[in-house]
């Protein structure tokens, strides 16, 4: 019954905006760092951003420092990917996992074309 669903993936022309979102059930998300990570065709995939349990730490890949945010609501169960100035290179399959459960979501496709 661990779930976790990512939504909010789509289109986005470069220099745009997109919000990722992660809605967590099944473990104590309070407790849980969380991650985004992200797989582009014929690549590795890659640690995007974390984030600790309270919110208070993040760290972020040096190729999205300065674009992207991660951020999480508790109350909610959610966990957020804010990703700004969007490149071509962004384009990958975001993936939403809970550090301490090992557990993936789905993914959402992010594409980034003119």
């Known amino acids: 019954q661990v779930q976790l669903v990512e939504s909010g993936g789509g289109l986005v022309q470069p220099g745009g905006s997109l919000r990722l979102s992660c809605s967590a059930s099944?473990?104590?998300?309070?407790?849980?760092?969380m991650s985004w990570y992200r797989q582009a065709p014929g690549k590795e995939r890659e640690l995007v951003a974390t984030?600790?349990?309270?919110?208070?730490?993040?760290n972020y890949a040096d190729s999205v420092k300065g674009r992207f945010t991660i951020s999480r609501d508790n109350v909610k169960k959610m966990v957020y990917l804010q990703m700004n100035s969007l490149k071509p290179e962004d384009t990958a399959v975001y993936y939403c996992y809970g550090v301490p459960y090992r557990y993936w979501g789905q993914g959402t496709q992010v594409t980034v074309s003119s």
């Open positions: 984030i600790s349990s309270s919110g208070g730490s993040t």
């Open positions: 099944g473990f104590t998300f309070s407790s849980a760092a």
